[in-house]
């Protein structure tokens, strides 16, 4: 079953800016055959529409189809579903992404659709980045290979002159490039895997910007609040939170910790992790050992009791006895039941610690990156 024309359908889905078209069934099928996944038509509703912004065409899974493929929104059981093997075979993990903004809950909007294709593509590219991604745990230390990149005090880690900026965060990390392991933070990492998979798209689709990205890596960083406005776009709201299992391969995710005690140490704020597909998150430091959701909340909920001071008085976490607490919980499935009933709630706003969970409201995904039509916009040094 498909439908085409001027109907009010589904909010969410895929939203595509620009003038009207005639036949809104062909349209679908050439934007489908670029995604690789034509043979999605016959699922896929079409529409038009318009706004303040201005109009648009819309296309998004049919509910019948959503509705048995992802329950409720819950995309982590997807490949189970489809039985899809997104980390052996690329087009399946392409699926799984089209997919996934298909059954969008509120609109994912682009301006064209070479934008929708490079947004898959970059997505694609953080998922095998982050697969890659292992670090050294240390939650002060901060290291780089020193044939890339160099510190400056004033700013940070900067690469060197005439190094390839996608080379440079491939060998900082991916053990398998460098041979090392370096030290830096859960969140940096998450900065370093989205922007070479942006790095990766731009390279092809926006070489001028991709030089002036590089060119200014070798002046100084972009990070934190700042690295969050250049490069990413953020959908969902604490006052309309997505749906808690609903997620897109390459979603950057937070998980917060709710416990006030164990948040004072330091990277035990919460945790910072790339959505993989398959029902994966990103493990930074044991890469081959992806978490479930539920392995996450686990995690996270037993670092109140792995609470310790060190000998200079800081608050520190014990992971050996983290991880002996979750597989002693495991041996007790009603225990594990009533930490993920606590765990698996909306997280709280920050500086609230009452009764809320670990489970973020929003997801974080790259901006446009095509010329004329790209809201990447590199800061003036």
Known sequence: MNQSGKQSGPVGGVHIRGPGIDDL??????????????????????????????RFIRFSLNAEQA??????????????MLHLDTEHQPGDLTREIVLALLMAP???????????????QIRRNIVQAARKTTLAFHTSQAERPEDCWTYKEDCGFVIL????LTAALAKATQPEVSGTLYSFSCYRATEYVILLGI???????????FRSLQSFWTRRPIMSGEFHEVFLREQGAMEAPL??????????????NPDEASAEASGYEGSWVIYLGAGLFSNFWKRHQPYTLADKCLEIYHW?????????????????????LVAAARQDPAEVE????????????????????????????ARWVHPGTTDLVIPVT
């Open 106 to 120: 509120v609109p994912v909007e682009f301006p064209s659709a070479d934008e929708l294709v490079s947004a898959v």
């Open 199 to 209: 790095a990766q798209e731009l390279a092809h689709c926006h070489p001028d910007l």
């Open 25 to 54: 069934a062909a349209a679908r099928q050439a934007v489908l055959t670029r995604l690789d996944a034509p043979d999605l038509a016959p699922r896929v509703l079409s529409g038009e529409g318009a706004d303040a912004a201005g």
């Open 338 to 365: 009533r930490i993920l009933a606590l765990m698996q709630r909306y997280r709280e706003p920050r500086g609230v610690y009452v009764d809320g969970g670990c489970l973020d409201t929003t997801r974080e995904f």
């Open 304 to 324: 109140r009791h792995a609470l310790y001071i060190d000998a200079e008085g800081h608050e520190r976490i014990d992971e050996t006895k983290v991880e002996a």
């Open 243 to 256: 749906p808690p299992r609903y997620y897109v391969p390459g979603d950057r995710v937070w998980f917060r």
């Open 67 to 80: 509705a048995a493929w992802a329950p409720g929104y819950d995309t982590l059981q997807l490949c189970d």
């Open 161 to 164: 002159p005439g190094v390839s």
